[in-house]
């Protein structure tokens, strides 16, 4: 079993940042590929960044590439989303997903979940 819980949401002006934190308990957060993803009201969840275990290799939505920097720290066993040029359409929950495996862009892959933190950019 792994545990998740994000923090770091909020209401920001559009122009402006947020981290996102993903505190990690459990067995074995090292051996884990890590996801950011985010759900409007009324729409799927979609895809919005990944990093793997072993190698730090990234990987992003288009739609948030050269504004999000996802990391992680093994040994304090999270994952950090740094979000900056925000904008109106960032609006979301925000929710962090460990996936045993494979490397994917996809939710229906990820084997656990966090219970999400809120995220509202003005314009």
């Known amino acids: 079993q792994v545990q998740l819980v994000e923090s770091g949401g909020g209401l920001v002006q559009a122009g402006g940042s947020l981290r996102l934190s993903c505190a990690a308990s459990?067995?074995?957060?090292?051996?884990?590929?890590m996801g950011w993803f985010r759900q409007a009201p009324g729409k799927e969840r979609e895809f919005v960044a990944l990093i793997s275990w072993s190698t730090g290799y990234t990987a992003y939505a288009d739609s948030v590439k050269g504004r999000f920097t996802i990391s992680r720290d093994n040994a304090k066993n999270t994952v950090y989303l740094q979000m900056n040029s925000l904008k109106p359409e960032d609006t979301a929950v925000y929710y962090c997903?460990?996936?045993?495996?494979?490397?994917?862009?996809?939710?229906?892959?990820?084997?656990?979940w966090g219970q999400g933190t809120q995220v509202t950019v003005s314009s």
């Open positions: 459990g067995r074995s957060f090292s051996s884990y590929h």
């Open positions: 997903a460990a996936s045993g495996t494979v490397i994917t862009t996809s939710a229906s892959r990820y084997n656990y």
